[in-house]
Structure formats: structure tokens, C-alpha cells
């Protein structure tokens, strides 16, 4: 799988948005970006994929940019209980059969 | 209900002993894992089953032995425990067909004396 680069941590204030970015220059063609996160003391929760095109759901919204070179995963009312580690993580899917790789993420601190 | 539960949820033992973790989810999925947390918070699988049937064994030593009685399960065995394998092991399970969108338990946290 290809390789993700992420800020080592970011802050952000109760209420706003948080924007993660991700950078995955060497992403192939089959390869989705996935987005997981850890809160303290838990296990790693999953938050939200896509391929191409942008993605939102109850949690999140993933914005891919058209050469798929990078991704933004975006909280859009972060709240004190979304401070975590925020991993991006590329899998083509189908025959992985659940082996994701997990790099450093981002280190998400919301303040009030 | 707790998806995917794993016991106990801290273990403290001494080097050589044998120990087990258990690992249930009632998602109804047919994969479960095992992945292990490092001390540097890096997040490792290790093994894989499907339907009861080991798919990935992520060159683990042959200490550590997952078992699957049904799918509901699988529980981790390790035989004569280090230093090193103190790290906090989650187990976590996917549906069939969605196998990158996984359900992890909250951990159980392993220290080697």
C-alpha cells in the first residue's frame, strides 16, 4: 500500500471546524483513503472512506482532490470529544482482508 | 451492547507464563483480527480469520496462537510471555465484503514483568 503523510498534530477550537490533511502523492489507481481515529485509552474507530469522489456521513465529510494526490477530512463542529489521533490510511480493498496499515496520524487536540 | 468485547481488559504477568485473551463480537461478521499497539502507538495487525479459517499471519512468532472456535470468537494464546510482548492488543472484526471497515474492541492492555 502506498504511503500517507500527515501533520504530527494540530489544534483546533470547540464549535469550528477541524480540517485533517493528508498527503498520499503515490497513490494508486484501486486504492481508497480511509480515515480512522483513536481516542484516548480505546480502540480505533472508523470515521469515513472514499475513492474519488467527496464523502460525507454522520461523522464526517472526505474531501479528495482530483489527481487523488491528497485528502481532507473534515469535522465541521468539532467538540471537546473528538480529541484523538487521526489516522488516513490507503487500502485497495478487496483482497486485504482487513490488514490496514497504521501510520503516525494527527494528534487532534479541540480546546474550548 | 458491546460490539466486539475483549477480556480482560488489563493483564500483568511475569515473564514465561502463559496467558489468553478472549475476543467476542455480535455483529454477526465473518472476520475477526488481532492487531497490536507498541509502545510508539504504532498499530500492527497480526492475524486474520475468515469464516474460522486463518487468512493473514503477519509473521507473529509461533507463541502467540489465535484460536476460532466459532465466529463469534477468537481468542489470542500466548505461551512463554517477554518483555517485548508487553503492548496493548486489540481484537476487531469486519463484515464479509467490507473487509477495510473494521469494528475494534477497546483493548487489552498487556504488561510483561
Known amino acids: 500500500d502506498a504511503k500517507t503523510t500527515q501533520p504530527t498534530s494540530m489544534d483546533c477550537a470547540e464549535g469550528r471546524a477541524a480540517n485533517l490533511p493528508c498527503n498520499h502523492s503515490?497513490?494508486?489507481?484501486?486504492?481508497?483513503v480511509y480515515w480512522y481515529r483513536q481516542i484516548h485509552s480505546q480502540g480505533p474507530q472508523y470515521i469515513i472512506h472514499?475513492?474519488?469522489n467527496n464523502e460525507t456521513n454522520e461523522m464526517a465529510s472526505l474531501i479528495i482532490t482530483e489527481d487523488r494526490k491528497s485528502s481532507t477530512l473534515i469535522l465541521p463542529h468539532a467538540t471537546l470529544r473528538d480529541t484523538a489521533v487521526y489516522y488516513c490510511?490507503?487500502?485497495?480493498?478487496?483482497?486485504?482482508?482487513?490488514?490496514?496499515?497504521f501510520g503516525q496520524g494527527t494528534i487532534l487536540t479541540v480546546h474550548p | 451492547d458491546t460490539a466486539v468485547s475483549q477480556t480482560p481488559k488489563y493483564l500483568v504477568t511475569q515473564m514465561g507464563n502463559d496467558k489468553s485473551i478472549k475476543c467476542e463480537q455480535n455483529?454477526?461478521?465473518?472476520?475477526m483480527y488481532w492487531y497490536k499497539q507498541d509502545s510508539k502507538k504504532f498499530l500492527k495487525i497480526m492475524f486474520s480469520?475468515?469464516?474460522?479459517?486463518?487468512?493473514i499471519n503477519e509473521t507473529v512468532p509461533n507463541r502467540f496462537s489465535p484460536k476460532s472456535p466459532d465466529k463469534a470468537h477468537l481468542n489470542l494464546h500466548i505461551n512463554s510471555l517477554e518483555l517485548g510482548d508487553s503492548a496493548v492488543y486489540f481484537c476487531?472484526?469486519?463484515?464479509?465484503?467490507?473487509?477495510?471497515?473494521?469494528?475494534f474492541g477497546s483493548g487489552t492492555q498487556l504488561s510483561v514483568l
Open positions: 480469520y475468515n469464516n474460522k479459517e486463518l487468512i
Open positions: 472514499g475513492l474519488k
Open positions: 455483529l454477526g461478521h465473518d472476520t
Open positions: 503515490t497513490i494508486s489507481g484501486n486504492e481508497y
Open positions: 476487531a472484526s469486519s463484515q464479509a465484503g467490507s473487509n477495510e471497515k473494521l469494528f
Open positions: 490510511i490507503l487500502n485497495a480493498g478487496g483482497t486485504s482482508y482487513g490488514k490496514l496499515t
